[in-house]
């Protein structure tokens, strides 16, 4: 048996160490450690909950919009506040531009170069390139001359030692099965990716002010005007400066983004038969449809279990405990507990060995993620949760979408319950997000034309107004998965606060019963051609995108001060 630490695991936001156990060249054991620290909750204590989301935004430099959108929803619902219907709007496409950006963004310059070989596309023919590319798509960057140009700028990457994230990889090792020409047609589009996704999140300026940490949110509401009469106003010049970046979006994703993802998928088919993890799936649904508490949602919330794709559950939010059992945290009333997060404690206890470390002791406690369950079980969240649940649910372009990827693949829906799986989930997501987000832009142009500019609701804006207790909750579908912000308040300031964030729910560590979280799961049966270079550990975990600045902040063991960052 073969001991394999990856540590640090590149490619993600933040600090991530698997550990892993390999016997006749599969993974039979595996451990998640992230090994930071979050305190954003113990920071937010005592402060106007109407403040929540600008602090909550800097959990993360990535996941930004993501930790704004949750914290006011739940804020908002501990006071009653209902934002009016252009609010609604304009969160929804602020919210879908993070993920189309975010799902572009992880496919070519997270999650890409596990199946890519650069070094390979040095060796590529650029004419059998170009053919390549045309066969798959007519996106005009596809003639020979544009990919000889991207091989001699990766070449002289080479010659001037300036190759950035290509420089240390497993380039050469045997799992790669791409042919030279898919490398190139590949490292081509991973360059156009960059400018992209540049011009893409100005949406984000437009309508925030700035990107990341958009300025814009406001309990109640939005603080950015609609008036098609004002310069100084999101008007008629901001409806067609969003169309037509949305438009761009539909274009790169339908004829760059999908067809790159089906072309890699087709030579690595047996990666739909691993990686499949605890085959339970939560979601909370995301982007309301019209206004009010119960709105409809465009994607449907609901839990599967066992990969029963027949059978979806209506969500029930109590049912979410932490436990804290093999995580760096104590509970008062014993570490075997296992609390809902509007009770949730951070009380961080570290007792891990002082880094740099061999081996971890995976008999106490080795993560600062805390264990979610749901009803006491595992949960895997994400874009793969959202399309099963959508897809189970009968969620017409959902259906269309996977049948139409799946049939072009020729394999049936259990592939989609792997490593795979989440690929092309979060690409057909991307495409779906692109689609609707059209349709928003409209809704926005129609308000503007009957005249219904209003943004915020200004009554529950005074803390006067609010209980003297209220506890809420406030739920998104980021892109990483579902994300959930509880807040109490006391007399207009906050007493409690708790995040529970997507990578919490999948790279959390054992529970008390020694149950695997996601990560742990999905890599058992990983095969591993080589453990010195375990390139097979890496395209599962980096499927689930990890985001371990969400879930943990960093502290030194004896709590001193790390760094002072210096404004002139």
């Known amino acids: 048996m073969t001991h394999i630490v990856v540590d640090p695991v590149t490619r993600i936001e933040g600090h991530l160490r698997i550990e892993a156990e390999v016997e006749n060249g599969s993974v039979t054991n595996a451990w998640s450690s992230s090994t930071m620290f979050r305190g954003i909750e113990l ?39 209902v934002p009016p219907p252009n609010a609604r709007v304009l969160r929804n496409l602020i919210i879908a531009a993070q993920c189309v950006q975010d799902h572009v963004v992880h496919f070519y310059h997270l999650h890409a170069l596990d199946w890519v070989d650069v070094v390979s596309a040095l060796s590529a023919d650029p004419a059998e390139t170009a053919s390549l590319a045309q066969s798959i798509s007519d996106w005009h960057n596809s003639s020979a001359s544009y990919f000889t140009a991207v091989k001699a700028r990766l070449k002289g990457f080479v010659d001037r030692g300036q190759l950035g994230p290509f420089a240390n990889a497993y380039w050469g090792h045997s799992a790669y099965k791409l042919p030279p020409a898919a490398n190139l047609m590949a490292v081509a589009h991973y360059l156009e990716a960059l400018d992209w996704q540049r011009e893409f999140i100005k949406l984000h300026a437009i309508l925030g002010g700035k990107n990341p940490h958009l300025q814009s949110f406001l309990v109640g509401g939005m603080a950015t005007p609609v008036d098609p009469s004002s310069q100084s106003a999101l008007n008629i010049h901001t409806i067609a400066a969003l169309k037509s970046l949305i438009a761009s979006a539909k274009d790169f994703v339908r004829r760059v983004y999908i067809p790159d993802l089906l072309a890699v998928a087709s030579f690595y088919k047996d990666w739909a038969g691993y990686g499949a993890g605890v085959g339970n799936y939560l979601v909370y649904g995301e982007y309301p449809l019209t206004d009010g508490k119960d709105a409809p949602l465009y994607l ?56 740099p470390y061999e081996r971890l002791d995976t008999s106490a406690k080795y993560s600062w993620l805390k264990s979610p369950r749901y009803d006491g079980q595992p949960m895997e969240v994400g874009p793969l949760a959202r399309m099963l649940v959508a897809y189970g ?42 689609d609707k987000m059209g349709d928003w832009v409209d809704e926005l142009a129609e308000n503007m034309g009957r005249g219904e500019l209003r943004i915020h609701d200004n009554e529950k804006w005074d803390p006067s107004t609010w209980p003297e207790q209220a506890i809420g909750a406030g739920f998104h579908e980021a892109p990483r998965g579902a994300l959930g912000h509880w807040v109490s308040i006391w007399r207009g300031k906050i007493a409690r606060y708790q995040c529970i964030v997507p990578s919490t729910w999948n790279a959390g560590p054992r529970d008390a019963k020694e149950a695997p979280g996601p990560y742990e799961s999905a890599l058992l049966g990983t095969p591993v051609a080589d453990p010195e270079q375990p390139i097979e550990i890496l395209r599962t975990v980096h499927s689930f995108d990890p985001c371990m600045a969400c879930g943990v902040h960093v502290v030194d063991r004896a709590g001193a001060e790390l760094a002072k960052v210096k404004v002139r």
């Open 43 to 81: 920071i937010l204590e005592g402060r106007d909950p109407r403040d929540a989301w600008a602090f909550t935004q800097r959990i993360c430099g990535v996941c930004t919009t993501v930790h704004a959108i949750a914290s006011i929803r739940a804020v908002e619902n501990a006071i009653g506040a």
């Open 300 to 355: 449907p919330s609901g839990v599967i279990r066992d990969r029963n794709l027949g059978k979806i559950e209506k969500l029930d939010t109590s049912k979410i405990t932490e436990q804290v059992k093999h995580s760096w945290y104590t509970y008062g009333k014993g570490d075997d507990e296992a609390l809902h997060p509007s009770l949730g404690e951070t009380k961080p206890s570290y007792t891990g060995p002082t880094p």
């Open 393 to 434: 649910s009968g969620h017409a372009q959902v259906k269309a979408l996977v049948d139409g990827a799946l049939g072009k693949l020729g394999v049936g829906p259990e592939a989609l319950f792997s490593t795979l799986g989440r690929v092309a989930a979060r690409g057909l997501e991307t495409a779906l997000l692109a």
